[in-house]
């Protein structure tokens, strides 16, 4: 009869013995009961929390039965006491996630086994290769200029909500910075020190003649100061100059006196000088 009971359980077998030879221990053989019962045995169960830095990827606890080796349930939950996901939680962002987990044995030779195990994605650290900044130069126009500030991670996903950007740039000549400064599932700060450059850029001035032959200028550069062009007077036969109209200038406009243009601090632009005759 040991094969009767082989499952965890509660058991009662009633026999008489027939045969002369056999007795009971008390020198009987009338029939008797007898009851005995199979404990459940404990399961082997081994688990392992998760801990990582923030790499784009999803992760998630190890969990492995090796009693018994077949014949078990493992549900998963994310609170404590409920199970109710057939597969095990997993998490990509930084941060942590409890993983609770239920396994049973399908035959109910084993005790149910709970217990739980933490994933942990701590943030990663932004670097200077992971920002960059284009174009790097502009031209002085008296407007608010800045770069555009791009950030990547070869090895992860990054989103706009894992970093903030100061990126303020300016409208005067001179360098600027620009700062990422890490959230989400990145931390730390990258400054790119003087990472974009305002100058002032050089223009052409174009003498007409309006009928008569034109004259000629060099060009110039934009400064922060006045400054002033000598210019070759355009001529016409029987005719004099007797004012001047300058075009093509953004900032205060430019004047003419007799061979000499002045240009205003900060004026830019092509400039065209045309001017009228009078015989």
């Not at 003087?194 to 100058?199: A, K, L, P, Q, R």
């Not at 009928?211 to 000598?230: E, H, L």
């Not at 001529?235 to 075009?247: E, Y």
């Amino acid at each position: 009869w040991p094969e009767l009971a082989r499952c965890a359980d509660l058991y009662s077998l009633v026999r008489t013995l027939t045969h002369e030879q056999l007795h009971w221990a008390n020198e009987t053989s009338t029939q008797k009961t007898v009851n005995w019962s199979i404990d459940k045995g404990t399961m082997s169960v081994t688990a392992s929390d998760y801990s990582g830095t923030y790499d784009g990827q999803a992760h998630g606890i190890t969990l492995s039965v090796s009693t018994p080796a077949t014949g078990t349930t493992i549900k998963y939950g994310t609170t404590s006491g409920s199970y109710n996901l057939d597969s095990a939680p997993t998490r990509k962002d930084a941060g942590t996630t409890t993983v609770y987990y239920q396994i049973t044995d399908n035959n109910n030779n084993y005790d149910t086994f709970t217990g739980s195990k933490t994933i942990t994605i701590t943030q990663k650290t932004l670097t200077q290769e992971m920002v960059s900044v284009s174009p790097t130069t502009a031209t002085y126009n008296g407007q608010n200029q800045k770069p555009i500030v791009t950030v990547t991670d070869s090895a992860a996903t990054i989103t706009e909500g894992d970093y903030t950007i100061t990126n303020e740039g300016g409208t005067e000549v001179g360098s600027y910075n620009v700062t990422v400064t890490g959230q989400g599932n990145y931390t730390g700060t990258v400054t790119k020190q003087d990472c974009f450059t305002i100058s002032y850029g050089s223009y052409t001035i174009t003498v007409e003649g309006n009928g008569g032959t034109a004259g000629s200028a060099p060009g110039y550069t934009t400064a922060g100061d006045s400054q002033t062009v000598t210019i070759t007077l355009p001529t016409k036969t029987g005719h004099h100059i007797t004012s001047w109209l300058v075009t093509g200038h953004t900032g205060d406009a430019p004047t003419v006196s007799g061979t000499t243009l002045t240009i205003p601090a900060k004026t830019f632009g092509n400039l065209t000088l045309t001017p009228t005759w009078v015989a």
